[in-house]
């Protein structure tokens, strides 16, 4: 932060506030204090029959590579809500949302991943903006090696280990103890 | 925002950015697209023998009224840890968190809360600099009446009667859902 959104005044200083121990870029004419906090990205694993629906990216990063729905969350909506919104968005399918099974903070990139089961109300999905094509898969042909990042990956696999048990179970993780491939 | 944080302009607009579908403020000199989205807190039940501790609120919002050790998540922590690191600073003790059990999205706070099961290690606890005082309690003895938001008093519910069936289950809920009192 350069300047004030408050003020406008370029008198920006990184230091811990009064009754706080970090410290945030404060702005000493009107005494604005700007908090960065982690983000929420909400997505969903869609399934219709045995198959998975899964989105290959348009856009960076990892532009090309095969990701779930799934997109940061906005003020305004449910976790549950961001998830089935990500999901239209991008695959332009409809989604009835089912239970969260895996949570990952992910602390080098500033953000917290929520995933939930979910179920195709159709056979009906094409390519949103965001994405270059949308397919469904069974487990056998998930393109593990072009998946797009370590957590998709991780919640892809414990969604078919659950499945295959018979469980629904929830999985709280941290990115870092996640294998990058 | 009144102004750019990145160049300092005070021409900002509330717009759609091309390619997304919802307005941001936008800086027309420099083109910074301001994105705002919710915020996590994040907690936990801190359990000495049979009994809860919980603190006593020094600050606005619900000053006097009680709450379990909660906060807002920071940058380079995982959600295990803020919820740890909340309950260092807001009741002076130190917790091993356990497993998630409650997940509240409080929509029109712009917030999204985590609570987690949590074991005291020490009898030993003190007021925070944001604590009028800090207590152990028994399920019976839980100030109901004087708690501070309702998505507290829905997780401790949650807590006390998961543990009374002996059960550990994920509570997710949206606090348009839960009783204001």
Redesign the interface.
């Known amino acids: 932060?350069?300047?004030?959104?408050?003020?406008?005044s370029?008198e920006i200083e990184l230091r811990v506030p009064e009754?706080d121990?970090?410290p945030r870029h404060i702005c000493n004419s009107c005494k604005y204090i700007?908090?960065?906090?982690?983000?929420?990205v909400v997505g969903c694993v869609p399934v219709w029959k045995q198959q998975v629906l899964l989105c290959r990216r348009a856009i960076e990063p990892r532009l090309g590579y095969w990701t779930t729905p799934a997109g940061?969350?906005?003020?305004?909506?449910?976790?549950?809500q961001a998830a089935a919104r990500e999901t239209l968005?991008e695959a332009c399918a409809e989604v009835e949302i089912e239970?969260?099974f895996a949570?990952m903070?992910v602390?080098r990139a500033?953000q917290?991943h929520v995933m939930f089961r979910a179920r195709l109300l159709a056979e009906r999905f094409a390519a949103g903006?965001e994405s270059l094509e949308v397919a469904l898969f069974d487990e056998a042909d998930v393109p593990w090696d072009e998946i797009a990042f370590p957590s998709i990956r991780f919640s892809l696999q414990r969604f078919f280990a659950d499945r295959s048990e018979g469980k629904r179970r929830?999985h709280?993780t941290?990115s870092a103890r996640v294998p990058r491939q």
């Open positions: 932060m350069n300047f004030c959104p408050q003020c406008g370029a009754g121990n970090r700007h908090y960065v906090n982690p983000k929420l940061f969350m906005e003020i305004g909506e449910t976790l549950e968005e239970d969260m949570v903070d602390v500033e917290v903006d929830l709280v941290d």
